[in-house]
């Protein structure tokens, strides 16, 4: 019975990740929310809520660590809390932090240490205001309560002509017999008074350091004071009168009950929303979505062999209901690729809503103050995009702030207002999700880059000369120039740009730099709404096929190799009104083939128009991108492979790196370089991607 | 005898909660979870589209919390809801909140939950059958009681009776509909034993102590058996009375469980029985089991007076029907009923006689 119960346990503990994760989001966000509008006790109530959620699902999986760690906040919370709203606002995030620390620390299977989420001994309780007869304050006595029918047996003593004695005793610590202690102590009392009460009730097989005692007595303090302290056994003796209540009345809560306003608390968590939530991993979609990939695969494959044996079927057979049933069977095919496509789309705000934590903490740790703007967070994305962009997006949000913004008395200084304002929006562009953090910042200045780049060897003075603006800026992604640490100070960016520029590549996305002095510097992020599936044209160059995807192709153009020509070692083609670089695929042809027809497919990347320099078309197709490891294409020219209806392998262009080759190397030079990577690059993956296709 | 299974509705917004509560749930056959929402608003829908019979309700939840919807479900669906409640001061003051709008009954999550998951999963499960097999919510929200005047009366020594009161499901309820009718001067003084689980009884003794004009805490061991005063058993306590030369006083003990439970209703009865013979009243009220049935008995031979709930205004009419059975309650009384009836027998006229029980009549009528 064991084996199934930890199965369950497990899958528990999964569940339970998942959902911390997200009621930590929450929990920033909403102490983010209380830190900015402080007085907000709905706020509150939302906090208070999550830490309850996480508490008991901690403890559902036995997390006890944690449990108890949100069980302490959620005191800390509660409607008489002793804290202001700023500093529970500090205490949310302090908690956040830690309780994810302890999630992932369980994640990993580690038992985290037991952390104080409040740090400062402040406790939340509210102050009992008890009436009860109490001697005056005297060190730890104030903790003794004595009950009622002790309160009234002192009562009574008091009216018999007695005073009624709070004796307060310290054990000696050195003290042989400290169980026999607590009997001397009564034996030695017991001819100067009664002993209404002792505390604690009954003696502790350990023995008892500290005892009070209620003593009726017709003596003198001192002179019961004297009997008390029996030496070697007793350390320290305070003797007091009590102060009697005339009667024993119970203690009055009054006003200080909880109220019921309990059931006003409604405020939703952001996000939670829908009615009908499944969990499920991630991976077992993915292999529906491969299944569904494999299936449009099928399809091809019948539809060619249908293509192939439809000259040799007599007319008058079930023809026409063979091709409805293709039809049919194509058209279902696409909806049930786009609904599992949809499964996998999770809006971008699951990403964004860590962005206001981690701003004000960086604002924080600068000393700026900046305003965090979000528009768009409801764009769909890939999940596994998503997961991925994390890491770069939330680099270039930092340096935004760290670097891009300027501090208040700069801003000012410069006409500005004090406050930085920094936006992360989101939007679709065709087949294409768009993230832009962008700032007001100071800028990024092109001459300054230029110079760095000089000196670090990494391009000459004679090209420093030659580059364009949007050249030049591009050389910010470089390596060798970002994690140069200097680079910080003149640009105000570069702490591992080359990093987002790597991650955003191999996504099949790129990254662009927008920036102008003085107003300020934008980041896009430009990544596929998928990995999966493309629709894409397929074109042939030295007798091969390729696929780029549809959407990135503005126009089609037909020439002849005469057409071509050569401006500043870029071949270009005049097409209507303007001019239009080329990049050529396939090696450049010998003199003589000016009449050889070619096809121009025009590339609108938004910022750049490129045309790419192919052989041939050979039609649209919907392609189910495999991916190719590492190993076997060390180009990022080639983003990955798939295989068409009749077998055929075809490679699937980086159009984001072919640009990026494009402008950053010498256009003359990178026709040839170009079309020889992508050629031998082609062997190897074409092989690759056959084997795995078999 | 089991028909079909009975049909649960989860509404939790934790996803670990709608994963685990089902799970639990389904250990036993005769349980059957037809759906689960993620909040207040959903869980009406559901409600309606499936029809459950019994509703199990985490009250913390975004958007339509858990009380909107069981202020929702009592006014116009009458499917008993079991609270799913932590364990925290807050969470306990919702969690009688809900008991007084009219819950069935509420299973706590300790802070060990995962260590004492069978025997809480067994609580759950026991409630969710008694549940099933009550009338659905008969219960009648309370009125908005604002706290009485006490004319400046405050508990006296000397009270005229010891009423010891034992109850379990549907308790916090029927408690708060009695007690509030006692007046301050109320010259008796009332010792109850509701099974509720530790942390739950002080704040429920304040939230009493609040509606009613006699006063109510939890007790303490040595507090003083007041004429006009409630004392509320603690959670995991036993409770019992005795009489000492300047008082009566209640005193707790931790000892073993009786009838599964502590405290138990039957230790206060013993000790009623034999400290106070016929200055005693054991009162039986809802209640699933038979804890307090024997007490009742020794009440009764030590010749004090014994009153059990009628059934048609119990919620689960397990430990009066015991009661009842044995032989050992002298009257049956209405909840409506239950206040006068003590007022008459702690009253200065008052001669504890064996006139002819007094069926409790009219409750119930909604």
């Known amino acids: 019975m064991s084996r199934p119960t930890d199965e369950r346990g497990a899958e528990l503990r999964q569940i339970f990740f998942e959902s911390a994760q997200e009621l930590l989001e929450s929990l920033n966000h909403a102490a983010l929310k209380l830190e900015n509008q402080q007085g907000d006790s709905e706020t509150v109530r939302t906090i208070r809520r999550i830490v309850h959620t996480l508490k008991g699902d901690s403890a559902a999986c036995g997390f006890r660590a944690l449990t108890n760690a949100a069980h302490e906040l959620e005191d800390a919370l509660a409607e008489e809390s002793a804290f202001s709203h700023a500093e529970l606002a500090e205490i949310a995030f302090r908690a956040a932090d830690l309780f994810g620390t302890m999630v992932s620390s369980y994640r990993r299977g580690q038992e985290p240490s037991p952390k104080k989420v409040l740090k400062n001994g402040k406790s939340n309780k509210a102050g009992s205001r008890r009436k009860a007869v109490r001697p005056t304050p005297a060190s730890q006595a104030a903790a003794v309560r004595w009950s009622e029918y002790e309160q009234l047996q002192a009562e009574s003593a008091v009216q018999q002509g007695k005073h009624v004695l709070h004796v307060a005793i310290q054990i000696d610590p050195g003290c042989a017999m400290p169980i026999a202690a607590r009997q001397l102590v009564l034996n030695a009392l017991a001819p100067v008074g009664q002993v209404l009460a002792v505390r604690p009730e009954a003696p502790s097989p350990k023995g008892d350091r500290l005892l009070d005692l209620l003593l009726a007595s017709g003596r003198a303090a001192g002179e019961v004071e004297g009997k008390a302290r029996i030496p070697t056994v007793v350390e320290k003796v305070s003797v007091r009168a009590l102060e009697i209540a005339i009667h024993p009345a119970p203690e009055q809560g009054g006003a200080n009950t909880a109220s019921a306003s309990q059931e006003q608390s409604q405020a939703s968590y952001t996000g939670i929303s829908a009615e009908h939530i499944i969990r499920v991993e991630a991976t077992r979609v993915d292999i529906v979505l491969n299944l569904v990939g494999e299936l449009i695969i099928a399809k091809s494959m019948l539809q060619q062999a249908y293509t192939e044996l439809l000259p040799q079927l007599p007319k008058e057979t079930s023809r026409g209901r063979f091709i409805d049933a293709l039809g049919f069977h194509a058209r279902v095919l696409s909806d049930l690729q786009r609904s599992v496509m949809k499964i996998r789309m999770v809006p971008v705000e699951q990403l964004l809503r860590r962005f206001p934590r981690i701003v004000r903490d960086v604002a924080r740790e600068c000393g700026k103050e900046v305003e965090l703007v979000i528009h768009g967070a409801d764009t769909d994305l890939d999940k596994s995009l998503l997961d991925v962009i994390a890491e770069p997006l939330t680099h270039l949000v930092r340096n935004a702030v760290s670097h891009g913004l300027e501090s208040a008395a700069e801003r000012v200084k410069s006409g500005k207002s004090a406050r930085g304002r920094l936006q992360l929006s989101s939007y679709h562009h065709g087949n294409q999700v768009i993230i832009e953090v962008a700032d007001d910042g100071r800028g990024i200045d092109p001459q300054r880059v230029k110079a760095k780049a000089v000196e670090k060897g990494l391009i000459s003075n004679e090209e420093s000369a030659r580059l364009s603006e949007r050249e030049t800026l591009d050389l910010v992604f470089k390596p060798g120039l970002s994690t140069a640490e200097q680079i910080t100070e003149i640009s105000g960016r570069g702490v591992g740009l080359d990093v987002v520029k790597a991650v955003l590549e191999k996504l099949k996305g790129s990254v662009e730099i927008d920036t102008a002095l003085g107003k300020g510097t934008t980041f896009r992020l430009q990544v596929p709404l998928t990995l999966a599936i493309i629709k894409a044209l397929l074109f042939r160059v030295g007798g091969r096929l390729y696929a780029i995807p549809l959407n990135a192709v503005a126009e089609i153009a037909r020439s002849h190799e005469r057409d071509i020509h050569l401006v500043e070692n870029t071949e270009v083609l005049q097409l209507r009104n303007s001019v239009l670089p080329l990049a050529r695929l396939g090696h450049r042809p010998t003199a003589g083939t000016g009449d050889k027809k070619i096809f121009v497919l025009t590339i609108d990347t938004g910022k750049r128009k490129l045309g790419l320099l192919v052989d041939a078309l050979a039609g649209e197709e919907e392609l189910v991108i495999k991916a190719l490891d590492d190993e076997t294409v060390s180009s990022e020219l080639v983003s990955g492979a798939s295989i068409l209806g009749d077998g055929r392998v075809v490679l699937i262009v980086n159009l984001a790196a072919i640009v990026d080759r494009f402008s950053t190397t010498r256009p003359a030079q990178a026709g040839g370089a170009l079309s020889g990577l992508l050629l031998t690059e082609s062997d190897r993956a074409t092989a690759a991607a056959a084997g795995e296709g078999r | ?366």
């Open chain 2, 1 to 366: 005898m089991m028909s079909s299974p009975v049909r649960v509705l989860v509404v939790d917004d934790s996803a670990l909660m709608r994963k685990l509560i089902p799970q639990i749930l389904r250990t036993d056959p005769s349980i059957e979870v037809v759906g689960t929402a993620i909040d207040g608003k959903f869980g009406l829908r559901k409600l309606d589209e499936l029809n459950p019979q019994v509703v199990t309700l985490d009250l913390e939840m975004p958007g339509m919390s858990g009380i909107e919807m069981l202020k929702e479900i009592t006014r116009s669906r009458r499917v008993p809801v079991i609270v799913v409640s932590s364990h925290s001061t807050q969470g306990a003051a919702v969690t009688l909140q809900a008991l007084a709008l009219g819950a069935f009954d509420f299973v706590a999550k300790p802070a060990d939950v995962s260590a004492r998951m069978p025997e809480i999963a067994e609580d759950l499960i026991r409630k969710i059958k008694a549940a099933a097999q009550s009338r659905g919510m008969q219960i009648r929200p309370l009125p908005e009681m604002r706290p009485q005047s006490r004319n400046g009366q405050a508990p006296k020594l000397g009270p005229s009776r010891i009423v010891a009161v034992g109850v379990s499901t549907g308790g916090p309820h029927a408690l708060q509909v009695m007690l509030p009718q006692l007046p301050a001067d109320f010259p008796g003084s009332i010792v109850v034993v509701q099974h509720m689980p530790e942390g739950f009884t002080d704040m429920f003794a304040r939230r009493l102590d609040e509606m009613c004009s006699i006063r109510v805490k939890e007790a303490q061991s040595g507090d003083l058996l007041l004429a006009g005063r409630a004392l509320i058993c603690p959670g995991s306590r036993h409770i019992k009375v005795k009489r000492l030369p300047l008082g009566d006083v209640v005193v707790l003990n931790e000892e073993p469980r009786v009838n599964g439970h502590r405290p138990s209703a039957d230790v206060l009865f013993k000790s009623l029985a034999e400290e106070f013979g016929p200055k005693g009243i054991a009162l039986l009220m809802t209640g699933m089991g038979e804890d307090g049935a024997m007490g009742m008995g020794n009440v009764k031979a030590a010749g004090g007076l014994t009153i059990a709930q009628s059934e048609e205004s119990c919620v689960v009419y397990g430990m009066p029907k015991a009661a009842i059975e044995h032989g050992f309650a002298q009257r049956v009384v209405s909840l409506d009923l239950l206040s006068t009836t003590l007022q008459a027998q702690c009253g200065p006229e008052q001669k504890p006689t064996a006139d002819e029980a007094k069926r409790g009549a009219g409750a119930g009528s909604n």
